[in-house]
């Protein structure tokens, strides 16, 4: 790790004299003569944030041969897929195709910690494809504490090389810049409220919310763009900032038929069980129901709940649709229950966003948690049963599989954030297929010469907070274009995870699971080439040579640039 001494300037800008620094906790420390306490670290790169694309710029830099610190506000990493206890959204290509060989082979590696660790049966076992929870949702269900532990064995020969640092429950509270460039941050520890400041020749953001754009001053976008601003067949008429998807406090659930765990009736519930969303078009009823708006269409549309293995008919059973552990792929008595994570329309949080103060962001977290007790004591007492009867009562929270006191996530599952002005942003002419169809008569995503990685998701944005039903609809394979990724006037401050180029229509493909990964890894490949060229990340893109010597190296190391179907 590289480190260099601190030098504290007074108001006045005279260099106040440092006593001899103490080296704590691998920290320099020093000491000014008024007793003040300031630690600073430097590395090649800082990230904050500690999400899948905050991991995978880790990574990235790391197998390039850069020095990395990482700060986390919670105390786990890896994001949406731990943290906010969101299992994989993914396209069906996942297994072979349409995401880096490194996050195939972190999912492989999820699945080999199943194998080695857990009492499967031989069936499961022997699945190529294991699935721990066979869930509906994806190819790969798995409690969130699997990825921490695969995610820890990959860091950890860095970490003992000296080469990462992890800091959980951190959280950058400032920046210092200087024009186009970031020269350090100052990040607050959660636990003693100590500072410390980072410095680094470049920073990723990598948080949830985009933290850094404002606090670096960082031009940036929130909310819904116009149709006069971009064009785009989706777009609101009026353009508006705070118009942001829901976000969802996610939580886990287990079942024991023969046993009642029904939770004292929340202060909230009245609210939340008469609570009927706002929404244009209209939402079917009330929240707390197992009718909601068909996404695409808007017509009312039922859900199935059975906990217990029984029949929903045509329905979608919610229980099955995020359950991250089967107990039938285990030997008996290895589970008593399945697990199941609750990430469904009832509870999407739709009074508030959390890119304002800390007191809006607890205040919503709160409610938050308010909305999803409701709806399991609704499950547990009030939801109609096939049977004909009500109530689930041995429907459990289970703070085990969160990690935390309350059984909610660690974190909120954030599906927007602030986003970077890129240098180039990528619209729904560029991925929506009719909007593509429209303007180009091309059945096929837009082909970027600077592409830097590829994905795929249907356009799904959730009702926002002023009052949107959902907006979703057919996308088509699309690239990660590098113009994205860079901002129009910081040199070396870089976006990680839902924070580039993009639209408030296109943030709906581009957020999932498999492209963050990929645009971080991309973004840590970036700064190593960057610092190995003496370039600016700016410079890579408009230099046709170091353009195609990146996207070479890049594809090196797995990355892929275009789709091959």
């Known amino acids: 790790m590289n480190r260099r001494n601190f030098i504290k300037t007074g108001a006045s800008g005279a260099v106040l004299s440092s006593l001899p620094s103490l080296i704590v906790l691998g920290c320099k420390k020093t000491e000014t003569p008024e007793q003040e306490k300031t630690e600073e670290m430097s590395a090649d790169l800082v990230i904050a944030g500690g999400g899948l694309g905050g991991c995978a710029a880790a990574l990235g830099a790391l197998r390039n041969g850069l020095t990395v610190i990482m700060t986390e506000e919670t105390d786990w990493t890896g994001g949406q897929l731990t943290q906010q206890l969101v299992p994989p959204d993914e396209h069906q290509w996942i297994e072979t195709q349409g995401a880096t060989a490194l996050y195939r082979e972190f999912r492989n590696k999820i699945r080999d910690h199943y194998r080695s660790r857990y009492p499967l049966t031989d069936a499961a076992r022997a699945r190529q494809y294991l699935n721990p929870g066979d869930g509906d949702v994806s190819r790969l269900c798995h409690e969130p504490k699997a990825a921490l532990a695969v995610l820890n064995e990959m860091f ?39 500072r410390l400041t980072l410095a680094a020749p470049y920073f990723v953001d990598a948080t949830e919310l985009g933290d850094l754009l404002p606090m670096t001053g960082t031009e940036y976008v929130t909310g819904a763009e116009s149709k006069a601003e971009t064009r785009e067949l989706h777009a609101a008429d009026v353009a508006d900032p705070l118009n942001l998807q829901a976000f969802t406090l996610c939580f886990a659930l287990s079942y024991d038929k023969n046993a009642d765990h029904t939770i004292s009736r929340p202060v909230e519930y009245d609210f939340w069980r008469n609570y009927v969303p706002p929404m244009t078009p209209p939402w079917s009823g009330r929240l707390l129901d197992l009718t909601y708006s068909n996404p695409s269409t808007h017509e009312p549309r039922t ?64 409610r938050a948690g308010q909305l999803n007790l409701s ?142 990964w990929n645009i971080g890894e991309t973004v840590g490949a970036l700064i190593a080439f960057a610092l190995q060229k003496k370039a600016t990340p700016r ?27």
């Open 156 to 194: 950890q020969p860095y970490i003992a090389a000296g080469k990462l640092t992890v800091l959980t429950e951190h959280k950058a509270v400032a920046a210092d810049t200087d024009k186009h460039t970031v020269r350090a941050l100052t990040v607050k520890r959660l636990r003693s409220g100590d």
């Open 303 to 366: 859900l199935g709940f059975h906990p217990d293995g029984g029949s929903t008919g045509s329905a979608l059973n919610l229980w099955t649709y995020r359950r991250i552990i089967n107990k039938n792929n285990f030997l008996p008595g290895a589970y008593s229950s399945d697990l199941t994570v609750v990430n469904w329309p009832q509870n999407d949080y739709l009074l508030g966003n959390l890119d304002g103060s800390e007191e809006d962001f607890a205040r919503h977290r709160a």
């Open 539 to 565: 410079a890579i893109r408009e230099t046709k040579g170091l353009l195609t010597d990146f996207q070479q190296l890049i594809r090196s190391q797995g990355v892929e640039t275009q789709w091959m179907i």
């Open 375 to 516: 709806l399991l004591y609704w499950l547990q007492t009030e939801a109609p049963r096939p049977d004909g009867g009500q109530g689930w009562r041995g429907l459990q929270l289970r703070p085990d599989v969160t990690g935390t006191a309350d059984g909610m996530a660690k974190y909120p599952y954030v599906r927007e954030a602030r986003r970077i002005r890129a240098i180039f942003t990528v619209l729904e002419e560029h991925v929506g297929k009719e909007n593509r169809l429209l303007t180009s008569g091309k059945n096929t995503a837009a082909e970027f010469a600077d592409s830097v990685g590829v994905g795929y998701y249907h356009i799904d944005l959730h009702p926002s907070t002023r009052g949107n039903n959902y907006v979703d609809f057919e996308s088509l394979r699309y690239q990660i274009p590098l113009g994205a990724l860079i901002p129009q006037r910081m040199e070396n401050l870089l976006p990680a995870c839902k924070n580039i180029g993009v639209t408030h229509i296109t943030n709906g493909c581009y957020r999932l699971h498999p492209t963050e």
